[in-house]
């Protein structure tokens, strides 16, 4: 399926398609995600947790900053100046209300609480409010330049500290407290490999990890194929522009969203959630440093402030993920309230 999915991305890519073909291509689509999905837990029951929650987020994330390049590369600046801000903001959201809540909620429909270790998620959600407050909210208030827009030294400052933060947190995560980010039973007993089933041997994990890589790329490309026609619907539904970025978004984090519930369904809800917080992580701390690099050939403004409405949503967010991570146990009402925020995100950007 990846590769069926790459030919069709190769076949698609740059030409304006018909009905018929358009129909196709987001089969393809649909069908790269399931096997990005199977192709990942193929290589995490392999590496372990939580080492196997990085390898999609990463991914991902890789794959995301190209895509957002490439946009801004081929636009123009009045129509790419705040791309990043739009694609990143939106990956935040969705991953820290949509991903989380969904998870939330069917591990607690399936366990009626979902139990998970606070040290390490609120590590998580501590470190997606500094990067995005670091990137999102600060050059909205700055001086130095007319808009929300860094100077060329801020901006080098927040992509040097998105890095380094992301990086710390990777070698907490993966090395120093490994095991604050392994998933635990309701009684608190810590889950460190899956007790039904032998893991893949290396060369099975090698070969579902270059499949897993081909599938991303054939998600993001095909994505970007059905986007003209997303863009006729959205244009002729009289919804705005931006729009288009969170469907974009919505189709690239599939993957994980599928990933995560999964995950929830076997009682790791700390998996969904390092997935979740992983995500949103990586999202803000690689492509900010890859806009600031990619900047220097770029013309035109880099608008990376939030407007008003959209700090209001992220604040609630981090106000409301603090609530559900420290207890280090959630019903369904946390994972409602997560959510309804996504749904806020979502009916705002379509009404702003």
Known sequence: MPIIALVALFLS???DLPGWAVTLVAICLAGAVLAAVHHA???AARVGEPFGSLVLAVAVTFIEVALIVT????GTPEKTASLARDTVFAAVMITCNGIVGLSLLVGALRRRVAVFNPEGTGGALATVATLATLSLVFPAFTTSE???EFSASQLTFAAISSLALYGLFVAVQTVRHRDYFLPITTSGTVVDSEEHADPPSTKAALGSLALLVVALVAVVGDAKAVSPTIEKGVAAAGFPPTVVGVVIALLVLLPETLAAV?????DRVQTSLNLAYGSAMASIGLTIPAIAIASIWLDGPLTLGL???????LTLTVLIGILTVVPGRATALQGGVHLSLLAAFIFLAVRP
């Open 41 to 43: 837990e193929v290589v």
């Open 13 to 15: 890519w740059n030409r």
């Open 146 to 148: 007319p808009g929300p």
């Open 262 to 266: 999964r995950a929830a369904l076997r």
């Open 307 to 313: 407007p008003a409405t959209e700090l209001v949503l």
């Open 71 to 74: 946009l801004m590369i081929s």
